[in-house]
């Protein structure tokens, strides 16, 4: 999921230095990298004509600078949700149309990632796909698919909130809501988003990273008409979560068993390569 050979310092990603040419941000003069089916539309709009035409939109401009990882882990949210999803017939009409939406958006986006792939493959000319990319108005094609992602959780979010029946898991407004703030289409925002502020939207403290909050009011807050029958209610996403934190745990227990072998085997070496020289010593 995350590629850190393709990471940057957090702290030098947005602030100038004297170290950097010219004395910019890295922002300013790295390429992009990474997947690009996971991209926000300023990412894309940096691809095609780079950081100075970024710069001269603020909106977008502040969405490359701070945005990126939120982006990231947003798009791989709605996949699995998107993916994941029951069959057509057993989801409310509102899931439906996000997952219209989110299969229009991931077209598009694998068919421009699929160009960007070949021309990496096969030493193909860079610039001429940017102009390719350009004259397509790939970053506004983006951009108009995920308006459409954000106004389909939009309304799922409110039919959630406002629905009293049990087809809507707990929780599922917040995670709506959290999903809204991870995802950008680019929008005008009036300051750069947190991952305190996701946390906020799913009910979380920020100080206690995890652990959901307990307080009936906060609760109230996020879900304040979802009928309390719903919060007995064990239905298949809880046990595909119990599942899936069990195979983490199997995972974990896993490593511990690796790095356990890495060590023996490392201590083993280390004796090998001390007998070795004592009986090098001693033939000479």
Same mark, same amino acid.
């Given at each position: 999921?995350?590629?850190?050979?393709?990471?940057?310092?957090?702290?030098?990603?947005?602030?100038?230095?004297?170290?950097?040419?010219?004395?910019?941000?890295?922002?300013?003069?790295?390429?992009?990298?990474?997947?690009?089916?996971?991209?926000?539309?300023?990412?894309?709009?940096?691809?095609?004509?780079?950081?100075?035409?970024?710069?001269?939109?603020?909106?977008?401009?502040?969405?490359?600078?701070?945005?990126?990882?939120?982006?990231?882990?947003?798009?791989?949210?709605?996949?699995?949700?998107?993916?994941?999803?029951?069959?057509?017939?057993?989801?409310?009409?509102?899931?439906?149309?996000?997952?219209?939406?989110?299969?229009?958006?991931?077209?598009?986006?694998?068919?421009?990632?699929?160009?960007?792939?070949?021309?990496?493959?096969?030493?193909?000319?860079?610039?001429?796909?940017? #102009?390719?990319?350009?004259?397509?108005?790939?970053?506004?094609?983006?951009?108009?698919?995920?308006?459409?992602?954000?106004?389909?959780?939009?309304?799922?979010?409110?039919?959630?909130?406002?629905?009293?029946?049990?087809?809507?898991?707990?929780?599922?407004?917040?995670?709506?809501?959290?999903?809204?703030?991870?995802?950008?289409?680019?929008?005008?925002?009036?300051?750069?988003?947190?991952?305190?502020?996701?946390?906020?939207?799913?009910?979380?403290?920020?100080?206690?990273?995890?652990?959901?909050?307990?307080?009936?009011?906060?609760?109230?807050?996020?879900?304040?008409?979802?009928?309390?029958?719903?919060?007995?209610?064990?239905?298949?996403?809880?046990?595909?979560?119990?599942?899936? #934190?069990?195979?983490?745990?199997?995972?974990?227990?896993?490593?511990?068993?690796?790095?356990?072998?890495?060590?023996?085997?490392?201590?083993?070496?280390?004796?090998?390569?001390?007998?070795?020289?004592?009986?090098?010593?001693?033939?000479?």
């Amino acid at each position: 999921l995350v590629d850190f050979g393709l990471a940057v310092d957090a702290s030098s990603w947005m602030d100038s230095s004297d170290s950097n040419p010219g004395g910019k941000s890295e922002w300013e003069f790295l390429d992009v990298g990474g997947d690009c089916r996971y991209w926000p539309v300023s990412a894309w709009l940096q691809f095609q004509v780079g950081c100075r035409e970024l710069a001269a939109d603020p909106a977008l401009s502040l969405e490359y600078q701070t945005h990126l990882d939120l982006q990231g882990l947003g798009i791989t949210a709605l996949q699995v949700l998107a993916e994941m999803l029951p069959a057509a017939h057993a989801v409310p009409k509102e899931l439906r149309g996000f997952k219209e939406a989110w299969n229009l958006y991931w077209e598009d986006a694998t068919r421009f990632w699929a160009a960007l792939l070949d021309t990496f493959r096969h030493g193909g000319d860079w610039v001429v796909l940017k #102009q390719e990319f350009v004259a397509l108005g790939v970053h506004a094609i983006v951009a108009d698919r995920l308006r459409a992602v954000r106004a389909a959780l939009e309304l799922a979010m409110h039919a959630a909130l406002g629905h009293s029946g049990s087809c809507w898991p707990l929780g599922s407004a917040s995670l709506m809501s959290a999903l809204l703030a991870m995802v950008s289409s680019g929008e005008q925002r009036h300051k750069a988003t947190t991952w305190e502020d996701v946390l906020a939207r799913l009910g979380h403290q920020p100080h206690s990273v995890g652990k959901p909050a307990s307080s009936k009011a906060t609760q109230q807050q996020h879900e304040p008409t979802l009928a309390k029958t719903v919060k007995e209610e064990r239905d298949d996403h809880a046990v595909f979560f119990e599942s899936l #934190q069990a195979l983490a745990a199997k995972v974990m227990a896993l490593s511990d068993d690796f790095n356990e072998l890495q060590r023996r085997d490392a201590e083993m070496s280390a004796v090998s390569a001390r007998s070795g020289m004592r009986h090098t010593l001693a033939a000479a």
